[in-house]
């Protein structure tokens, strides 16, 4: 039996070492409020981050019972984190002191019967969103929950039961008092909801396709509005983030809903989860912009993709799940280099100074500086057990890094960085 509190909140009160170190003139990202952090990209504007690292680097590394996979979200000197009990059967959301990893609290969010998940998914795969304020939890069919700061429970909310084989993953983002949700399912109810953050009661509610999918929504800005962006099955979509409108969509090439696509010099470039072509799309149009907004595409066959694309520069970077990265033109989709730089990875890249930091799921680390030939200016490795995966994104502060596993979460850097 599921066990939902419906709770209205009407208000709230409120080598061995690194190559690099910080400076005291860093540039030091102090929140890192929800997937992609404060851009939704996964682009820091903080600098002097380690770009190599080893075990004797760790400053704290916090054991995390149950099995998860969300990213770290960062405010202040609080961690936000979740994880499943019991194969599915418990949801659970903590927070970590960002100082020494200790728990500062923990609350189940749901109990009840699991929905079927992939063994590379599991049931807590979304990553956290927070404003500052309130903490937001999705569990897929486990449901969606606010937390204040402090670990006080505000409100729940059931969002269906989530059919398909797979889970979900899609990570809550904030726009304004909302906090909108992607709900893509086989279930007859899939759809992208926006809920008021302080109470969690229904603003607008869009259906979408009945098709298994795991993008986050990101928002951007086009000369003419805001748009909130999602990848699906069978189209990249723009909404209205005001009132859920859907306002464009762009046919893909190859289905499944994700990654999350890049969002830079006016485009959208987007990959999806089956092997298929590469393209690149302008948001801002009206109806099925197929034919008019698709800039370029371009045949790709490097494998499954499961990291988000990124961009730097005039380069466009990806990695398949079976580690080819490959390196295209922004502006005419050329493929420009090609090459194998692992065997298996699934967390989506952060970029860093002009550089791009891979991890693949044994927990080895390449950062890449983007070029007409491929350049990787930098390896690393933890040791970890043999049993751990390092699936979520690595994420930035304060001349640190935090790296969580499927066990562990991990704070590298220089040990008089983070205070």
């Known amino acids: 039996m599921r066990d939902f509190c419906r709770r209205s909140i009407r208000a709230l009160a409120s080598a061995s070492f690194l190559i690099l170190t910080v400076s005291p003139a860093a540039k030091a990202e102090v929140n890192w409020p929800g997937w992609g952090g404060p851009t939704g990209t996964g682009h820091t504007a903080e600098t002097g981050l380690p770009l190599t690292w080893t075990t004797k680097n760790v400053v704290w590394k916090a054991p995390l019972k149950g099995t998860g996979q969300s990213t770290p979200v960062l405010w202040g000197n609080q961690i936000f ?31 009840g019967e699991p929905e079927k998940s992939h063994v590379m998914n599991g049931w807590a795969s979304a990553t956290c969103a927070t404003n500052g304020k309130i903490v937001v939890a999705f569990f897929g069919r486990g449901g969606v929950h606010g937390y204040a ?34 709900g893509d399912s086989l279930s007859k109810d899939a759809s992208l909801t926006a809920l008021n953050a302080l109470t969690g009661e229904t603003v607008w509610q869009t259906p979408r ?32 983030p005001q009132t859920g409108q859907e306002l464009w969509s762009c046919k893909s090439y190859a289905g499944r809903g994700e990654p999350v696509p890049a969002f830079a010099h006016g485009k959208l470039y987007v990959v999806n989860g089956l092997a298929g072509d590469i393209y690149a799309v302008r948001p801002g ?135």
Request: charged share 25%.
């Open 81 to 111: 984190l979740t994880t499943a009990l019991e194969d599915g059967r418990q949801r659970v959301v903590f927070a970590l002191d960002r100082r020494d990893g200790k728990t500062l609290w923990e609350h189940v969010a749901w109990t």
């Open 149 to 182: 700061l402090d670990g006080k429970p505000l409100w729940s909310r059931d969002l269906g039961e989530f059919e398909g084989p797979w889970g979900t993953a899609a990570s809550p983002v904030f726009f304004g008092d909302t906090v909108i949700l992607n």
């Open 209 to 240: 396709e009945g098709a298994i999918g795991w993008s986050t929504p990101v928002l951007i800005r086009t000369a003419e509005r805001q748009e909130l962006v999602v990848n699906g099955h069978s189209a990249v979509r723009g909404y209205d």
């Open 285 to 419: 149009g009206s109806g099925d912009v197929s034919a008019t907004h698709r800039v370029w595409h371009t045949p790709r066959k490097g494998g499954r993709d499961l990291p988000s694309p990124v961009v730097i520069d005039k380069y466009l970077l990806t990695a398949s799940m079976n580690g080819i990265m490959i390196c295209y033109d922004c502006e005419t989709g050329r493929e420009l280099w090609k090459e194998r730089v692992g065997e298996k990875y699934s967390s989506s890249p952060l970029v860093a100074e002009g550089r791009a930091y891979f991890q693949s799921d044994a927990g080895e680390t390449i950062v890449v500086e983007p070029g007409e030939q491929m350049k990787i200016v930098a390896k690393s490795k933890l040791e970890s057990e043999s049993d751990e995966l390092f699936r979520a994104a690595l994420v930035p502060s304060q001349g640190q890094l935090l790296i969580r596993s499927t066990k562990f979460l991990y704070c590298v850097g220089p040990q008089s960085a983070g205070k």
